[in-house]
């Protein structure tokens, strides 16, 4: 039953005793009007049993004026008569009207007028000119016959007066009848309405109730699904491995799951309605600033924001985590912002484990050097242990001076490659001035002996020296890596191009800014990267020279380029016609460093 | 010069220190043969009664493991001693080899322990 049906239940049960009460209404007008009429018959029987005892009164004074003269023959007696004569008629034709249609009263009273008129004309008339005549008037006959006529008069008008009685009696018992019968009416319709009513009324309302019935246990069963929904909701986020805390718009911890609290510190109850940044206080693991929220950027991009790296999370206690957190907003149907979600775990293991990666393929790239190292000085240096050992068991003075001449040389070698291994390791804090063509040549140098092992041929195209700041142990590291790579993929035979493209600062066809720097391109024609594989090369661990590598090299080289907020990207064929590798690498002259990028 | 006259083939990609190498080795009354690579190296194996070989690992081309085994192949009682910078090769390559020693040992180990090298040849 929806709203409107039952707005219509209402309007019924309000409308159908409003019908019924008209309808009762109306036979009661009814019944009213129709003793209304019987009444009005009543008092019709009244005025003329009264307008009938009149003129008895009036017939009644002119025989007795009559009477009077007839005696004693003055005038003063005659006066009565004369009195009642004068209007008489009048009075007659009243009761006349009265009668209305009544065909049996007008045929009574037109015999009372005839009557009247006779006793008037017959006897009254004549009694009175005998008395003025000075006569007498006490003959018994015609007094007897005066009063056989006036008999008839007073029959006459006791007829009308009986008749008209007879009605009156008849119609008030019709009127009581009337009465009786609308009191009877009355009570059946009241009863038959009510009955009715409450008929209907209940039968509307048994709908009403059942429709309510129905709707509580809608209500009930979408409760239950609510609390299952949300209990099943509750576990989820209960087990999830990561940190969850919702806030609302405000950036007010609203739900924090049991990961969360125990990675914060902050109970439920304390955390629930404190502004996020409080429960939440992330720094910068490098620089200790604090770092603005997930959720305050979310706000400012209206967007998911990704993971941020190197943030620390203070928890309540003081003590530290290294964390990765992201956020994203909750959105109403309307699409506004409703909310943040924000999602964090503990990577502390997870970077620990990564440092001692990075620091493994550091000392294997050191012992790769170290031993490349040895080889170059272990060569001159046997010679010149050699030649010692000759000039010291009996060598001529000529000898001797061609002896200490190839010492001499030998150890200019020894001396050229320390040269170039001092820059090698010299550690700084700070990013540096660092000359790539410098750096590029004398990395190399140190090569050539192994590029002259893997018979690659190198040529280096490098127009002039480009210097951009940098770590010059971690750049040595990373194109003493690609290096590597180039010249293993393209051995034997092949040919490796090392290039350095200076570019100025300016905008590109998207409109992208671009920094000043210079892009290091290391070019092999080997065998080239199959589409398969390539996605995975800057991946650690993965290595496609099985045992000879630690799989790090491009995950390592990867990192400290992106420190240096540079660029590494790597193209690759494997046509027959164009086969070979590419890898860029663009380092701005003066880059932001992303301290702690390592 | 207890030993005189045994021919000993060097090779070494290193000019100066082939030369050093030689220079020593006559003083101690060696014939030398010299070779700057693997190929050529060996073609003076095949075409010359060789008593020892002092062979350089690390070189272009053929390294001196690929040179070692196709001496052996041809003369395999021909002892060799391989040279190299490098520290540790592997044992594979050095159990091809009669000795293995590192460069900037010395001379007196290196003409020690030819010595002897010939010196086990020749009572076998």
Redesign the interface.
């Known amino acids: 039953m929806n709203l409107s049906q039952f707005n219509n239940i209402l309007r019924q049960v309000f409308l159908l005793p409003v019908a019924a009460l008209l309808v009762v209404a109306g036979a009661l007008y009814f019944q009213i009007s129709g003793a209304n009429a019987t009444v009005n018959l009543i008092q019709n029987s009244d005025a003329r049993i009264s307008q009938a005892t009149l003129v008895a009164k009036l017939v009644v004074d002119e025989e007795s004026g009559l009477r009077g003269y007839a005696t004693t023959g003055d005038l003063r007696f005659f006066q009565p008569f004369t009195d009642a004569e004068s209007h008489v008629q009048e009075e007659i034709q009243k009761l006349d009207d009265l009668a209305g249609d009544d065909a049996g009263q007008k045929h009574d009273i037109n015999e009372l007028r005839e009557r009247y008129q006779t006793w008037h004309d017959g006897f009254a008339l004549p009694v009175i000119g005998q008395v003025r005549g000075g006569g007498k008037a006490s003959d018994v006959e015609l007094n007897l016959h005066g009063k056989r006529l006036m008999d008839d008069v007073r029959r006459d008008l006791n007829d009308i007066i009986q008749k008209a009685e007879e009605n009156r009696e008849r119609r008030i018992v019709q009127w009581h009848q009337q009465v009786h019968t609308m009191l009877l009416v009355l009570l059946f319709l009241a009863l038959g309405m009510g009955v009715l009513i409450g008929l209907f009324t209940r039968n509307r309302l048994h709908s009403v109730s059942a429709a309510y019935r129905q709707s509580l246990e809608i209500l009930g069963r979408r409760a239950e699904e609510l609390f299952q929904s949300e209990q099943e909701l509750r576990t989820t986020l209960d087990s999830i491995g990561d940190g969850v805390i919702t806030c609302d718009a405000e950036g007010r911890v609203q739900m924090m799951n049991p990961v969360a609290r125990e990675l914060t510190g902050w109970s439920q109850s304390d955390a629930g309605g404190q502004p996020l940044d409080k429960v939440f206080h992330i720094i910068n693991e490098a620089t200790r600033e604090t770092v603005e929220t997930p959720v305050a950027k979310v706000m400012r991009l209206n967007r998911i924001v990704g993971r941020a790296d190197h943030t620390m999370l203070i928890r309540r206690d003081g003590t530290e985590l290294n964390i990765a957190d992201s956020g994203a907003p909750i959105r109403d149907k309307k699409g506004e912002t409703i909310g943040i979600v924000l999602v964090f775990r503990d990577i502390t293991m997870e970077r620990k484990t990564q440092d001692a990666l990075i620091a493994n393929e550091k000392l294997a790239v050191a012992g790769r050097l170290a031993a490349t190292i040895a080889h170059e000085i272990h060569n001159p240096l046997d010679s010149v242990c050699n030649l010692l050992y000759l000039m010291r068991n009996g060598a001529t003075k000529e000898e001797s001076g061609q002896f200490m001449d190839m010492a001499e040389q030998e150890l200019a070698r020894v001396t050229q490659i320390s040269r170039a291994m001092l820059g090698l390791y010299r550690e700084s804090k700070a990013p540096v001035v660092v000359d790539l063509k410098e750096m590029l040549q004398e990395i190399l140098l140190l090569m050539e002996r192994r590029l002259i092992d893997l018979e690659v041929t190198v040529s280096a195209d490098m127009p002039k020296s480009v210097s951009v700041a940098a770590f010059p142990a971690e750049l040595r590291q990373v194109f003493t890596n690609l290096i590597t790579n180039a010249a293993e993929a393209a051995s034997p035979g092949g040919e490796v191009k090392v290039s350095i493209t200076p570019q100025a600062a300016g905008v590109d066809d998207t409109g992208q800014k671009l920094q000043a720097g210079a892009t290091v391109t290391i070019a092999d024609n080997g065998g080239g990267v199959a589409d398969d594989i390539r996605p995975h090369l800057f991946q650690p661990f993965f290595t496609t020279k099985g045992e000879r590598g630690t799989g790090l090299g491009l995950w390592v080289s990867r990192g400290i380029i992106n420190k240096h907020g540079g660029t590494i990207s790597l193209t690759s064929d494997t046509r027959q016609a164009a086969h070979g590798t590419v890898v860029s690498v663009f380092l701005a002259t003066n880059p932001t460093i992303n301290a702690g990028g390592d | 010069m207890k030993q005189s006259s045994n021919l000993v083939l060097c090779i070494d990609d ?1 000019l ?2 082939l ?3 030689k ?2 080795l006559e ?1 101690a009354g060696y014939r030398v043969l010299t070779a700057q690579d693997g190929p050529s190296g060996l073609e003076l194996f095949y075409a010359n009664p060789i008593e020892a070989v002092v062979l350089d690992y ?4 053929m ?1 001196g493991g690929e040179v070692a085994v196709r001496m052996r192949q041809a003369k395999p009682q021909v002892p060799i001693l391989l ?1 190299s ?3 540790g090769l592997s044992t594979e390559l050095t159990a091809l080899v009669d000795l293995y020693m ?3 040992e ?3 180990v ?1 003409l020690e322990k030819l010595g002897s090298l010939l010196q086990l040849v020749s009572t076998r």
């Open positions: 290193e100066v220190g030369q050093v190498r220079i020593l003083r690390s070189m272009p081309g390294h040279l910078a490098y520290m590192t460069k900037g010395g001379a007196p290196l």
